[in-house]
């Protein structure tokens, strides 16, 4: 969708690597999410972000970092990569605030691979 | 924590056919989103429902909510090719959506 990209769109990398995936808009939107997606889990929530600095855990947020620093970018570091950690990472934005929700819109999608 | 479970986990159908998903959470929600996911796509938003007992229809595809909010279900009627991929539930409790494993729909011309 226009207004949300994420590099590198592939990357194969060696275990025990950093690694840091990027997303970038261009809406303003206030919250930023990055999901990994593995066949048999659906979308699994590893952090978010409700605004500049300003950041929480998911569901599976072991091993992973991420950081704000600014509203268009959130950054998603895995600190060492592991082979579990082999999947299709999804960044995804909402303009959605405390009383009202809206549907997200996905990035393309990062495909990693860890060997 | 908060589960959301769908049914089935795949599911093939004749073109024609119609076809339902359902959605299931341990917990009230206080709004559902359904997603669409084509083969190699990332999921595409296709609608929200927030009231106990709400259904929308957008053409071919029916939502519902459940009446106690912890329930919701996606109908196609008579399937088209088009309507291949995976199809999501997201539910809401706090500020965060917590996605369903999804249903992958296959339609055979």
């Known amino acids: 969708d226009a207004g949300i990209t994420q590099s590198p769109r592939h990357k194969v990398t060696e275990t025990g690597t950093p690694v840091t995936l990027r997303c970038h808009q261009t809406e303003n939107h206030r919250y930023m999410y990055w999901y990994r997606q593995d066949p048999g889990h659906g979308l699994r929530l590893i952090h978010y972000s409700y605004g500049v600095k300003d950041t929480d855990k998911g569901e599976v947020s072991d091993g992973y970092s991420v950081s704000r620093s600014k509203t268009e970018d959130f950054l998603l570091t895995l600190e060492s990569a592991t082979s579990s950690q082999t999947s299709v990472y999804f960044c995804a934005i909402s303009e959605s605030t405390s009383l009202l929700n809206y549907g997200y819109t996905f990035g393309s999608g990062t495909r990693l691979t860890v060997v | 924590g908060q589960q959301v479970m769908q049914i089935p986990q795949y599911q093939h159908v004749q073109e024609g056919e119609d076809f339902t998903t359902y959605c299931n959470s341990s917990t009230t929600l206080s709004n559902i989103q359904w997603y669409k996911q084509r083969p190699g796509g990332h999921p595409v938003f296709l609608i929200q429902l927030v009231k106990s007992g709400e259904v929308k229809k957008q053409k071919r595809l029916t939502f519902q909510f459940g009446e106690a909010k912890k329930n919701s279900s996606l109908h196609i009627t008579a399937t088209q090719t088009t309507d291949v991929g995976t199809y999501f539930c997201?539910?809401?409790?706090?500020?965060?959506?917590?996605f369903g494993t999804g249903t992958r729909l296959q339609v055979f011309p």
């Open positions: 997201a539910g809401r409790n706090t500020d965060k959506l917590i």
